[in-house]
């Protein structure tokens, strides 16, 4: 059981870059998440989804977008890398909110230079 | 808006002492959930403990418990008998039912916590 599957690990970008985010989960849980963590600062939710086909923004959506077009797949695309996008993004699942635990991945280091 | 607030950034305890790190969070809904999550280097996100509003008594894992004030909007984590391997970062985290499908998993700033051999 891989459980929720981000790729890739590292990823250095140059300003200006584009860039896709891969998440993947297989546990069928509707709801999907986004988050972004800097450096000692705790985790900040970029967009989220309550099930394929239906996305929301969260907190700090701005110069990143998603689709959900399966229940598996959550992928975040970055258009126009900036050097503010520098964080590790973790990736998140739960079968619903409420009382159950979110998985996360192991997340994704990106460093826009 | 739901918000979730860790006061502590960094706590430090030595071995075999208890420790315990404090959250505070704003609600106007009256079920919800509260979690601790522990992140060590590996940057791996673990659920510790996980408590509902309904209950009045204060869950525990092991060592891990919680004193859970829900007037005072208070969930704070009490590790008994620290070990080496409890040092990670500590994130409180709230979510809540509704049936517009907005639901959210919001996070504090997080605790580093230090154990001090």
């Known amino acids: 059981n891989a459980g929720v599957t981000q790729t890739p690990k590292f990823r250095i970008l140059k300003i200006g870059q584009s860039m896709t985010l891969q998440c993947t989960q297989d546990m069928n849980h509707n709801y999907m998440y986004w988050y972004r963590q800097d450096p000692g600062m705790g985790l900040k939710l970029i967009y989220y989804s309550v099930g394929a086909g239906i996305t929301d923004k969260g907190e700090v959506p701005n110069g990143y977008n998603v689709s959900r077009s399966t229940t598996e797949d959550f992928p975040l695309r970055l258009e126009l890398a900036a050097p503010s996008q520098t964080s590790v993004y973790f990736c998140a699942s739960t079968i619903r909110v409420g009382n159950t635990e979110a998985f996360f991945g192991q997340g994704t280091r990106l460093t826009v230079v | 808006a739901q918000t979730v607030t860790q006061s502590q950034p960094e706590m430090s305890v030595q071995e075999a002492e208890t420790v315990t790190l404090s959250c505070t969070y704003d609600?106007?809904?009256?079920?919800?959930?509260l979690f601790w999550y522990k992140q060590p280097p590996s940057r791996q996100m673990i659920l510790v403990i996980r408590q509902e509003a309904y209950k009045q008594q204060n869950a525990t894992e092991n060592r891990f418990s919680v004193n859970f004030q829900k007037a005072a909007k208070s969930f704070s984590l009490k590790i008994s008998d620290s070990q080496l391997g409890d040092a990670a970062m500590y994130f409180c985290?709230?979510?809540?039912?509704?049936?517009?499908?907005?639901?959210?998993?919001?996070f504090g700033t997080g605790t580093r916590l230090t154990i001090i051999p």
């Open positions: 609600t106007s809904e009256s079920d919800y959930y």
């Open positions: 985290a709230y979510s809540w039912d509704s049936n517009f499908g907005n639901e959210k998993l919001t």
